[in-house]
């Protein structure tokens, strides 16, 4: 246990910093992709991709291009509303709820039709658009008393490395502030670290907090060839240009509130803020036929997005104690402002589609994806320079191969027609990209639309439920990490007018 205080002086003689901080979860992030972008296609629950002819849908299948019969100009809004409830696991810790909604743009889109002469290709389209993949709005937060510390966290990390090996954006930190030290004071080299939550029979319990803002938004830019032949294939083939943006500001604390009194701690807080943004670049190849007039079977082929990707990021940390002499330190450091800039490659996706049209009453649609979450990969730039980031690399790629599974996705989804007007209805059930991880997510829509000669308007609205479980740091006895269970529930209204030339 601490007992005095120690100054300790830094000479910073690097020129530049360099922090690997990303993770498993992050690769789920980029790759996974659920969102309806249309008010026909919320409607249905993401399911026309063999029916084509919605503007929503060639983000899926491609290959449904073809089947327009004339060129259309349109746009969507749209607002969604997401709940989040957090709990810390433990013996009576309680849930956590917090509301957030968002307005955005999520689709526009503009398909040009030509029909050749003399040719057995009936109609080729070319669309130009913005499709949005998804949405990173979330905010949420939890309390409660679990065994073990963050600074467990500190001192694993630190271990074996001297006071000016330390990570600048963590373990140099908590060492600046006091909160780790050399429990050996003769020891100068200072490789042996320790915290005041060392030194107990068993892990103290802990009173921890954290509240946890993400923001952001992934879209496509959209360019698409579409033809159908004998009005029986249709193909297509697009490009896709995702853009994406992503922010996280993290505030976890802890204090000696606990069960268990830790002397000389009063309280630590760590605060990490991270920006974001990248572009990439994807290919998506499909096809859908018409084996007799009320079928229609459909596939399609994604490749892996190539992300190139531009960090920003800074930490903070706060630790008071009180010493053996009631002399009382509240220290605050800050990391200095990091930027790292890395490449991801998502999973390939394959997508079966099929719809059956009934009469001129409507049709019942339905589509399968497969997700091969293993084969995502990060590259760090300039690892030829940095060992560490080598190492890291392999790492963290082993870990995704480890952590994660392929999985199906399933939609369907069916539209009634009355005169005019259309109503749907769908849902959906997506597994969890990770491992050993039996939960699935759920999907349900509502939609109501019209089609006239040359204006069409379409309403969705989709409800989403996603279970999930995350650790808030991580440390190699697992009954000492604490874990946060969430449901978050998202409901998207998205409102579609379309003008047809």
């Not at 249309?38 to 983000?59: K, Q, Y």
């Not at 959906?428 to 990209?433: C, K, L, M, N």
Request: proline content about 4%; aromatic content about 14%; charged content about 20%.
């Amino acid at each position: 246990m601490k007992k005095n205080i120690i100054l300790p002086i830094f000479i910073l003689v690097c020129t530049a910093i360099s922090a690997h901080s990303q993770t498993v979860s992050d690769a789920v992030r980029y790759s996974y992709n659920t969102y309806a972008n249309s008010g026909r296609s919320a409607g249905v629950n993401n399911s026309l991709g063999a029916m084509g002819t919605d503007f929503g849908a060639i983000s899926q299948n491609p290959g449904g291009l073809g089947w327009y019969r004339t060129s259309e100009f349109n746009f969507s809004l749209g607002t969604t509303g997401y709940t989040t409830n957090a709990q810390l696991s433990g013996t009576n810790n309680k849930s956590t709820k917090i509301t957030a909604r968002k307005f955005g743009i999520p689709g526009v889109g503009l398909v040009f039709n030509s029909k050749p002469r003399h040719s057995d290709w009936k109609n080729v389209n070319f669309a130009l658009g913005i499709n949005q993949l998804g949405a990173y709005k979330q905010e949420y937060q939890y309390e409660g008393v679990s065994k073990g510390s963050v600074m467990d966290y500190f001192v694993e990390q630190a271990q074996g490395k001297t006071a000016d090996q330390l990570d600048p954006f963590s373990t140099k930190l908590a060492y600046e502030a006091f909160a780790i030290y050399d429990p050996d004071e003769t020891n100068g080299n200072k490789t042996e670290w320790a915290s005041d939550f060392d030194g107990f029979a068993t892990k103290p319990v802990v009173a921890k907090k954290q509240e946890v803002l993400n923001t952001g938004y992934a879209s496509e830019v959209v360019m698409a060839l579409g033809a159908n032949y004998k009005e029986k294939l249709s193909v297509g083939a697009s490009l896709g240009v995702p853009f994406m943006r992503y922010e996280t500001q993290s505030f976890y604390s802890e204090d000696n509130s606990g069960p268990d009194k830790v002397p000389f701690f009063n309280s630590l807080e760590w605060t990490e803020d991270v920006r974001a943004k990248g572009v990439g670049v994807n290919l998506k190849i499909g096809a859908s036929y018409r084996p007799i007039q009320a079928l229609r079977i459909g596939a399609a082929i994604h490749s892996p997005t190539a992300y190139a990707i531009s960090e920003d990021y800074n930490n903070s940390f706060v630790y008071d104690l009180t010493t053996a002499n009631g002399t009382n330190y509240r220290t605050s450091k800050s990391s200095p402002d990091g930027q790292y800039d890395y490449n991801l490659l998502t999973p390939w996706r394959w997508i079966g589609d099929a719809g059956i049209i009934i009469g001129k009453k409507g049709f019942i649609s339905a589509e399968v994806e497969y997700v091969d979450y293993p084969t995502a990969r990060f590259t760090f730039n300039n690892t030829s320079d940095d060992p560490d980031a080598t190492k890291y690399q392999r790492e963290l790629n082993n870990k995704i191969s480890k952590e994660l599974e392929a999985g199906f996705n399933y939609r369907i989804g069916a539209e009634y027609v009355l005169g005019d007007f259309r109503v749907r209805a769908g849902y959906g059930i997506y597994a969890t990209p990770y491992a050993n991880d039996s939960q699935t997510n759920s999907s349900f829509s509502l939609g109501f639309g019209a089609r006239l000669e040359k204006f069409f308007f379409d309403l969705g609205y989709v409800n989403w439920q996603q279970k999930q479980s995350f650790k808030p740091y991580e440390v190699s006895v697992k009954d000492y990490q604490p874990l946060v269970n969430s449901e978050l529930s998202s409901s998207r209204i998205l409102l579609t007018v379309g003008f047809k030339f």
